[in-house]
């Protein structure tokens, strides 16, 4: 009888104990869900990983100033969260690994919803949506479509969405940092073609008309593009939808794009 005791109060102290180790990790669970924002809000500022080199969403003026559409709706969305935003610049390829490696809270470059990163992370609402296009120098007439990419030779950044069209229509990569250095190879004839989104070669011909290069085809599906972040950050995604919204029905966000593109690039 008294061993029965014994296993019966035995029993009961561990199932209190897993209860109270269930408890604490609901609890720690929804700490961390808030803990993102809570501590940005605490630091006053938040960590933005971009590029820096990929016009017109973020690139250096000739002043030397960080700038561009993405750096412009992330500032305004920063401001609204009453934070400051600190952007760190980095190449693409590395970008991803710098939010792995938690050195930034998300991403702001113009980064493709697609559901492989979907898997490993989370968007915010889409604030901007693209369609890639395929670009070859003007005296260029054996490229007209992206099937005649095979066995030719694209300049692209090889972790994006563009470089992946790019050899499934049997491209060789050839891999650049950049879309400036992408049109630079394109340019000089090292590649024969770029991918890239329309947007960018429509600012790029407004900066420079006179630059040889042309679209010959254009994707019939359009891309979506969003804030990333880590996992985990459902507090922070939450208060950056809102603002996101907030600035759409104000007309901010409307005010940014028409700046950039002359048009609303939302949809």
Known sequence: MKKISMLI???LITTVALVGCASNNQK???EQNKSSLVKIQSEGKIRIGTEGTYAPFTFHDAS??????DVEIAEEVSKRLGVKAEF???KWDGMIAGLDAKRFDMVANEVTINAERKEKYDFSDSYIASKPVLI?????????KF???NGKKSAQSLTSNLG???KANGATLEPVDGFNQGIDLLTSKRVDAVINDSLSFLDLKKQKPDLGIKVVDKSKDGDLNAFLFNKGNKELIDAVNKEL???KKDGTYLKISEKWFGTDVSK
């Open 28 to 30: 720690g669970t929804s």
């Open 9 to 11: 109060g035995s029993l």
């Open 64 to 69: 030397g100033k960080l700038t561009g559409f």
């Open 164 to 166: 992946k069209i790019a």
């Open 88 to 90: 760190v610049e980095t």
């Open 147 to 149: 099937s005649d990419l």
């Open 136 to 144: 070859v120098n003007s005296d260029n007439n054996t490229i007209k």
């Open 245 to 247: 919204g907030n600035m």
